[in-house]
């Protein structure tokens, strides 16, 4: 015989059945909030990047800028330095989320207050990494390149501090890295001394840097898009124009992760010579 049910217990199941609601709602509710406040980070993030790069007749830039979520901890920049020269920064904070962005947002501000340096790649990273002494106990780190391009001498000055070396792609030659002598990422520790490395440029050469949220995207089968593929992209476009370069290696990147949500920020930055 089945046992009758007790109002006390009717009352109970109903309670805890509100509870339920209650707590789903409130789940619901944080979470609302909290997307709502990722995405207003990530809108003001987005302010503190370049609105337009440089013009000039003998060289372009072109940029693509996309977080894993709504803020992330990639950050680009190009800073006229004069007639004919640009600095060029690309760094890329560990982790994601509003850390990362809280931290890029300091390297930028650090950069741009630092104006006197931006002419030597080395004092560059160097002067960032000591601004930020404070932080070489915590656990966040950030790899850097910074690029000098002196159009009138037609060679690109470098820096570079745990970053993967930008891409090279002559007509002549194909696609290769630049080899550049780094030291460790920023953040960490004190650096020795930051080398420099120079390259000679040539009409037609296009230099593409990039964080590794480009060559590390995966697809749903978690295969990498890796440093092959990149390459074999760019010696497919040949001697484009920085924004079709950027356009295209964007829409591949798409194609081959296939719906799949990228992991990482994700941020290509592409010089052209004329």
Not at 164 to 177: A, D, F, I, T
Request: aromatic share 6%; with cysteine; net charge negative.
């Amino acid at each position: 015989m089945t046992k009758p049910i007790q109002a006390e217990e009717v009352l109970a199941r109903v309670a805890n059945h509100l509870t339920r609601q209650s707590l789903e709602r409130e789940l619901r509710s944080s979470r609302d909030r909290l997307n709502r406040e990722l995405e207003s980070t990530g809108r003001m993030q987005r302010l503190i990047l370049p609105p337009t790069l440089p013009s000039h007749p003998a060289v372009q830039f072109a940029a693509s800028y996309q977080t894993s979520r709504h803020a992330g901890g990639d950050y680009y920049d190009v800073l006229p330095l004069g007639p004919g020269r640009f600095g060029v920064m690309v760094a890329d904070v560990s982790g994601h989320g509003a850390p990362a962005a809280i931290i890029m947002a300091m390297i930028r501000a650090a950069l741009h207050s630092h104006p006197a340096t931006h002419g030597d790649p080395a004092a560059v990273l160097t002067t960032l990494n000591e601004h930020f002494t404070y932080l070489w106990d915590t656990s966040m780190f950030a790899t850097a390149i910074y690029a000098v391009a002196d159009v009138e001498r037609h060679e690109l000055h470098l820096a570079c501090a745990g970053h993967p070396p930008p891409l090279l792609v002559r007509p002549s030659e194909g696609v290769k890295p630049i080899p550049v002598d780094a030291v460790p990422p920023l953040l960490l520790m004190e650096l020795a001394t930051v080398p420099c490395s120079r390259v000679a440029l040539r009409p037609g050469d296009r230099v593409v840097f990039y964080t590794d949220g480009i060559t590390e995207r995966v697809d749903s089968h978690g295969r990498m898009y890796d440093l092959d593929r990149l390459t074999a992209a760019l010696a497919a476009m040949g001697p484009a124009d920085p924004n079709s370069i950027v356009e295209r290696l964007v829409a591949d990147l798409d194609a081959f992760a296939d719906g799949h949500e990228p992991d990482d920020d994700q941020t290509l930055l592409v010089i052209g010579f004329n």
